[in-house]
Each structure stands twice: as C-alpha cells, then as structure tokens.
T-cell receptor, first 113, second 115 residues
Framework: NAGVMQNPRHLVRRRGQEARLRCSPM?????VYWYRQLPEEGLKFMVY????????ESGMPKERFSAEFPKEGPSILRIQQVVRGDSAAYFC???????????FGPGTRLTVL | AQSVAQPEDQVNVAEGNPLTVKCTYS??????LFWYVQYPNRGLQFLLK??????LVKGSYGFEAEFNKSQTSFHLKKPSALVSDSALYFC?????????????FGQGTTLQVKP
C-alpha cells in the first residue's frame, strides 16, 4: 500500500507565475489536509477537504490560494501569482476519517525566485 | 488562542543517555496529542498519540510520552538515545472541539544525539 504521494517534490517558480501542487492520498483515504511549513517554523494548517468538498479552509490565505479534491484524481493546491513569501514546504496528509490518524506525504518544496 | 509550545529549539544528548523533548499546550477541553518526527527533506512520520487512558503512551522506535493534564504537558522521552534518533521532532494537538481533525503544531525541536 503506497503512502501519501506528492508531486513535484521540488518546484521553482518566478514571481507572478502559478504553482500547482498535487497530492494523492493513501488508498482508501478520502480526507486530505494541506499544511505549510515556513523556514524555521512548524507546520500550519491550511485546508481540509473531503472528496469534492472543502470542509475547513480557515488556514488558507484569502487571496491567490485555492484547493480542490475532485471525485477522480489527486487533490490540488493552487497558488496564483506567487510571491517570494510563498516559498515553503507544503505537506499533504490523508486519513480514513476526519478524526483518524493523519499520514503525511514527503512534501513539495516551493521556491519562488 | 489555541497553541502548542516546544520551549527548546535544540536538545543535545550523548548516545546511550536518556532524552526528553518538552511540549506544553494551551487548548480547551481534552485534546488528542501527537508526536511526529521529521528527517531532512522528508515528510512527517507518526511516533505516538494520546487520546485517553493511561498517561504513559508507548510509540515507535522505543519512544514514549507522558501526558500530564495538570501541567498541560506531553513530553517525549526515550531511555537510551541513538545517533539515528537525531532529527526534528514536532508535538501536535487536535482540539477536542475540532470536528475537522486539523492539527496544531509546535515549532519543532531539533534533537542531536552525539556518539
């Protein structure tokens, strides 16, 4: 059973470009969480999704950031018009239910030049 | 505001000695408590969790943690450290009031085990 998969592992973008981060949850998991880890900091919750629904987006910046988890395919975290402050590691976690243990992916490290 | 504190940025210990990584939390109700470990350029790996029951929880790789409700602490411990335990450790809390399962993380503690 493959773990949580994220791609790309490393992503470099110039200011103003778009970044798309993908997360495939573990098999059988229908709950996905996105967290951001800024340099020298802990992980900060961004958004929680179930298939086709955003359940909690209280940690998402109000502008430029969006997330989806379609019926088919991976969850996508999209950052439009990236700025240098978006440079961070973005981790995805999945669980079988909202209260279940979360399994983390290896992360995508976004660098904005 | 709900928060998790790991007061030490770094803990240094000699191999074979006991280790403690501290964690305190400020969350209402009876939270779920977790410890994760992160190796360089890797994702977080689950170590252990406390939900209810015995205050001493045993986890992976010989680690354990003690829940202390009066002190709102959940310190990570290991009787005998290994060099391979050197990594970044995160304490996390899921408030019992949360119906979404989101975790609140501490800022992390780097553990250095010297041979």
């Amino acid at each position: 059973n493959a773990g949580v998969m994220q791609n790309p592992r490393h992503l470099v973008r110039r200011r103003g470009q778009e970044a798309r981060l993908r997360c495939s949850p573990m098999k059988g998991h229908s709950h996905v969480y996105w967290y951001r880890q800024l340099p020298e900091e802990g992980l900060k919750f961004m958004v929680y999704l179930q298939k086709e629904n955003i359940i909690d987006e209280s940690g998402m910046p109000k502008e430029r950031f969006s997330a989806e988890f379609p019926k088919e395919g991976p969850s996508i975290l999209r950052i439009q018009q990236v700025v240098r402050g978006d440079s961070a590691a973005y981790f995805c976690a999945s669980s079988t239910q909202g209260e279940g243990e979360q399994f983390f992916g290896p992360g995508t490290r976004l660098t904005v030049l | 505001a709900q928060s998790v504190a790991q007061p030490e940025d770094q803990v240094n210990v000699a191999e074979g000695n006991p280790l403690t990584v501290k964690c305190t939390y400020s969350v209402s109700g009876n939270p779920y408590l977790f410890w994760y470990v992160q190796y360089p350029n890797r994702g977080l790996q689950f170590l252990l969790k406390y939900i209810t029951g015995d205050n001493l929880v045993k986890g992976s790789y010989g680690f354990e943690a003690e829940f202390n409700k009066s002190q709102t602490s959940f310190h990570l411990k290991k009787p005998s450290a290994l060099v391979s335990d050197s990594a970044l450790y995160f304490c996390a809390v899921r408030p019992s009031s949360s119906n979404t399962g989101k975790l609140i993380f501490g800022q992390g503690t780097t553990l250095q085990v010297k041979p």
